[in-house]
């Protein structure tokens, strides 16, 4: 697959407000090994109080939070999806996310573009973020933690 250039994607403004109505965030492909982006980005959400679910096939905790499967496992709210995979396995996240209907934003991290899961989520009513990092992105908007 190609790279693709991200033509739906928010502004920082929306970013900004998206980050001050966000409470619970699912990262999905968090890692266990705190060397991964995943990892590192999720101990800092979770460090500025966001409640982080992680999502991954192993593992039954991690950041003292219970590991879950898959997004229709997870039997409380979700305001952000945050993926950390490959843009080929985004699509059916999203489909997922739209499943379970109370999913805000769909954020694909720094290098992650499926432009065509992006248009779904929207239409669907969810923000998207595409090619961004959830972690570099609150910390200029909100200050180092």
């Known amino acids: 697959m190609e790279c693709e250039f991200p033509t739906i994607n928010a502004n920082m ?17 968090l890692s266990p090994n705190p060397t991964k982006d995943s990892h590192r980005v999720a101990a800092y959400l979770q460090s500025v109080g966001f409640k982080i679910v992680p999502i991954y096939p192993k593992e039954d905790e991690i950041l003292g939070e219970k590991v879950y499967r898959s997004l229709a496992e997870i039997p409380f709210k979700i305001d952000m ?3 950390f995979r490959k843009p080929a396995a985004v699509m059916p996240i999203v489909e997922a996310a739209i499943q379970r209907g109370d999913i805000d934003t ?12 992006a248009k779904k989520a929207q239409e669907a009513g969810m923000k998207v973020v595409q090619n961004r990092c959830t ?11």
């Open 135 to 145: 972690m570099v992105d609150h910390k200029m908007l909100f200050g180092a933690q």
């Open 81 to 83: 999806i945050d993926i």
């Open 106 to 117: 769909v954020w694909l991290q720094k290098g992650i573009v499926n432009n065509e899961a």
């Open 13 to 29: 403004d929306e970013i900004k407000a998206i980050f001050e109505k966000t409470q619970t965030i699912a990262v999905v492909g």
